[in-house]
């Protein structure tokens, strides 16, 4: 019964700013481990950013610096800010969650979305 929703996809142009949105129930998120994923046509899918239990935001290096990971507690809701998107960041991208600490791994999460598409023009 545990249910992962993602929204807030959509296509800007280069430069732009979109703020993703990952609704989580059946469970607090308090305690748990989140991530965004993104996975682009023939491409693996690739860890994005990451958060803590306790609230540590972690980025892979290719957002560092335009992306924000945060979360909600009392809303169980995780939140992906987007800013000076580029053509590169197109992909799908995906809201996991798991109980332990996880990482970069796709298999340490448990929990997955559906999914909200973002693209970025040139």
């Known amino acids: 019964q545990v249910q992962v929703v993602e929204s807030g996809g959509g296509s800007v142009q280069a430069g732009g700013s979109l703020r993703l949105s990952c609704v989580v129930s059946?469970?607090?998120?308090?305690?748990?481990?989140l991530a965004w994923f993104r996975q682009a046509p023939g491409k693996e899918r690739e860890g994005v950013a990451r958060?803590?239990?306790?609230?540590?935001?972690y980025y892979a290096d290719s957002v560092k610096g335009r992306f924000t990971i945060s979360k909600d507690s009392f809303k169980d809701t995780l939140y992906l800010q987007m800013s000076s998107l580029k053509p590169e960041d197109t992909a799908m991208y995906y809201c996991?969650?798991?109980?332990?600490?996880?990482?970069?791994?796709?298999?340490?999460?448990?929990?997955w979305g559906q999914g909200t598409q973002v693209t970025v023009a040139s």
């Open positions: 996991a969650a798991n109980y332990y600490s996880a990482q970069w791994r796709e298999s340490e999460y448990r929990y």
């Open positions: 958060i803590s239990s306790g609230g540590s935001p």
């Open positions: 059946g469970f607090s998120i308090r305690y748990s481990y």
